[in-house]
């Protein structure tokens, strides 16, 4: 299971029984069992990094057009789950081709732990800098995000963080000395056909859902995904569902509530439809199953000042007006938090400190931004800045959360990859290496409009890249993005790096548009760009 929103995000790594086979409308049973057998084969131990007492259960199945098979699998050691040590087996014809996985060696731990539950809840709610609600050990498991395996507790802490806000944090305790080997947020924010009178979109049409007494926002044709105000509060306890009689919904101002419940609803629709018919995923579990939208929730922790996605459901925060700040519906953080949901049901990224984080959080900048583009509304046209509408005032547009064609403008995002990689990094800031990435994949070296010569930015093709590379070009946003979407949901695992993620999208770009091929040599250029070699 797996919790997500634009600030904070889940990684959801757990072995499934072998009877998972049946039970994921995403998995193929034939497929996997096939895939399994490669597992069990000897000639491919050392590829898998496989233990002698190593389980794997099918998380997912994805199958080429030309029979090429991939199956995620969950790993166990011992039965206790291995967190970091999923892996996708590709195979053809049920011969094994390889195997993508960010586990490094065949190496485990003794599964005897020095310290019992109580100490790690001890040492996990010392670590929490907030006030708990709840506290719980998960059990044992084998954590494997770092350079070898190490029995650890995972322990769940839940709670108001002061750095963090809402907070249900998945910690790993080193279950011999009680150290803190990792943890991070399984809630993901954002600090950011009726006929819809939105907020930040002018009117649109919305598709709605007709009763006997009226209209309700319910969306059949995407799943059932509906939207409810929830009164100013943080809780959802008494959140209700949006109805109208007449099938108009709000005035384009935020004295009528319905106004950013259309600004939700359209853009969770966008979002749905832009997966469904650019990369064919029938929603965010790809079960064709959709989700709840909660407007007017007012997030303690940021004064109203967020949006997020908690595995099922979004939450759209109530804005402050006394910041600047509109009320958080912007299509681009509606496809932002939706994608933290699809990256947690596929790749699973965990949401940390370190490279899978960033890339985590750079996903759903980059699948925001491209769903800004595929709406093609002229209120909020497409362009690589994220959450430009939740400024009130932003006359030149310029102003925003981050600039994924210069992520250092915020003074806090790296423009280049660090030689020994991130660590203690805000997923935010560390984001910036893939933002940047895939601006220059998509779009090369050119200066943005409002942002060249004799604008207060004064960027240059030179200031885009960071090994001097200026002449770059970019290969357009449809090639870049499937190429993304594939690396992630086909190559990527919950514990890879920005090396890994190179590989990860040359794999993908071999996999669409052959090896060699102008768009693959695009990606190995735009990653030196960004220092990632």
Not at 52 to 74: C, L, N, P, S, W
Not at 134 to 142: A, C, E, P, Q, W
Request: charged letters at 15%.
């Amino acid at each position: 299971m797996s919790v997500h929103p634009l600030k904070l995000a889940i990684l959801s790594a757990i072995a499934l029984p072998l009877s998972a086979f049946a039970a994921s409308p995403n998995v193929h049973s034939a497929v996997a069992q096939r895939a399994q057998g490669l597992i069990d084969s000897p000639a491919n131990a050392n590829a898998l990094q496989r233990a002698d007492q190593d389980g794997f259960a099918a998380k997912d199945t994805i199958i080429d057009a030309d029979g090429t098979e991939h199956v995620r699998f969950g790993r166990t050691f011992r039965g206790l789950p291995v967190i970091g040590g999923d892996v996708v087996v590709h195979s053809r014809n049920g011969k094994f081709k390889e195997a993508s996985q960010a586990l490094k060696t065949k190496g485990r731990p003794d599964v005897t732990p020095r310290i019992d539950a109580d100490q790690a809840k001890v040492e996990a709610g010392t670590d929490f800098d907030g006030s708990i609600s709840s506290i719980s050990s998960k059990g044992l498991v084998v954590y494997a995000g770092g350079e070898k395996p190490v029995l650890a507790y995972e322990i769940n802490v839940q709670g108001v963080s002061k750095s963090q806000g809402e907070s249900n944090i998945r910690y790993f305790i080193d279950a011999q000395n009680g150290r803190v080997l990792d943890a991070w947020n399984q809630i993901q924010t954002a600090a950011v056909t009726g006929v819809g009178q939105s907020l930040l979109l002018g009117d649109i049409n919305i598709t709605t859902d007709s009763t006997s007494s009226g209209y309700q926002l319910v969306d059949p044709t995407r799943g059932g995904g509906a939207t409810y105000d929830a009164h100013d509060s943080d809780t959802l306890t008494g959140a209700t569902l949006f109805t109208d009689a007449d099938n108009n919904w709000g005035n384009n101002t935020t004295s009528d509530r319905a106004s950013e419940a259309a600004d939700a609803h359209f853009g969770v629709a966008t979002t749905w439809d832009y997966y469904k018919n650019v990369h064919g995923r029938n929603g965010i579990f790809n079960d064709g199953v959709g989700v709840k939208s909660y407007t007017h929730v007012a997030f303690a922790a940021y004064s109203g000042v967020n949006a997020s996605w908690t595995g099922s459901s979004m939450k759209y925060g109530v804005g402050n007006a006394a910041q600047g700040i509109a009320p958080v519906v912007a299509i681009d953080v509606a496809g932002h938090e939706m994608t933290h949901g699809v990256t947690g049901a596929t790749a699973g990224l965990a949401y940390n400190t370190r490279d899978s984080g960033g890339l985590n959080e750079g996903t759903s900048d980059i699948i925001g931004a491209l769903v800004e583009y595929y709406a093609n509304n002229s209120a909020d046209t497409g362009d690589y800045l994220v959450g430009e509408k939740i400024y009130l005032n932003n006359p030149n547009g310029t102003k925003a959360l981050r600039y994924m064609f210069k992520p250092s403008i915020d003074t806090r995002s790296s423009d280049c990859y660090p030689k020994r990689g991130f660590t203690n990094t805000n997923n935010h800031y560390s984001s910036g290496v893939a933002n940047h990435f895939f601006y220059l994949l998509a779009e090369g070296a050119v200066v943005p409009a409002g942002f060249g010569s004799g604008t207060s930015y004064n960027l240059t093709a030179s200031s885009l890249v960071c090994n001097g590379d200026s002449t770059i070009t970019g290969i357009g946003r449809e090639k870049a993005g499937k190429i993304w979407y594939r690396a992630l949901t086909v190559y990527m695992t919950s514990t890879t790096n920005y090396p890994g993620a190179r590989t990860a999208t040359l794999n993908a770009a071999r996999d669409l548009y052959g090896t060699g091929s102008a768009e693959y040599n695009a990606v190995g250029r735009a990653w030196s760009a960004v220092s990632v070699n």
